[in-house]
């Protein structure tokens, strides 16, 4: 019941400082997941890639992944209660409090100070992913290259949805992911 308790409150404290939503909230989980040892990095990247790609809040799909690689389904039950009941209990007092707490000049001033941060946390999120996927050739400590773990396959399927990007404006991030998951299944499984 301990470790339940434990994995409740890791993901009440990471619901409780989460700003700009789910990505924004990736580098605190690094932190206090991987860190703290509860996962390796290799793991927590693909729970990220699984939480994108299935239906639901990013952060709920998050918190439920790693609860039920720590504890099964009831810890499932325990991380994702934690992860959201801080955003719960927030709105709730927003709501109640209505437009006297959004008008607020310090409410205002805070907010207007969180963006940045916001931005920096779900750029860092961007340049680790790159780095771990498309990337693992670069050691970063050492800043030795090892060519042989080059994933080409990966930058493919990365420039191809930022060309998509760029280039079409009728292009949704559904059709993205499951572009992606077309161009995985073509460049992994048979390339």
């Excluded at 890639?49 to 099964?72: D, K, L, R, Y």
């Excluded at 990966?154 to 420039?159: D, E, T, Y």
């Excluded at 079409?168 to 992994?188: D, E």
Aim: without cysteine; proline residues 4%.
């Amino acid at each position: 019941m301990l470790e339940l308790l434990q994995l409740f409150w890791l993901f009440f404290k990471i619901g409780l400082f989460t700003f700009g939503g789910g990505y924004a909230m990736i580098p605190l989980m690094q932190s206090e997941i991987v860190g703290g040892g509860m996962i390796d990095a290799e793991l927590f990247v693909d729970f990220i890639a699984i939480s994108e790609s299935t239906p639901g809040p990013f952060a709920v799909n998050m918190a439920t992944f790693i609860g039920m690689n720590q504890a099964g389904f009831i810890g499932a039950m325990f991380t994702t209660l934690g992860v959201i009941l801080p955003s719960f209990l927030i709105i709730l007092l927003i709501a109640s409090l209505g437009s006297r707490f959004l008008d607020s000049k310090y409410v205002k001033h805070a907010f207007r100070g969180l963006k940045p941060a916001v931005i920096g946390l779900v750029l860092s999120v961007a340049l680790m992913l790159a780095i771990r996927k498309v990337l693992p050739m670069v050691d970063l400590k050492t800043f030795h290259f090892n060519l042989t773990e080059f994933d080409y396959k990966g930058l493919i399927i990365m420039a191809v949805i930022l060309g998509l990007t760029k280039l079409s404006k009728k292009m949704t991030p559904i059709g993205m992911i499951v572009l992606s998951a077309i161009l995985g299944l073509i460049l992994y499984g048979i390339i």
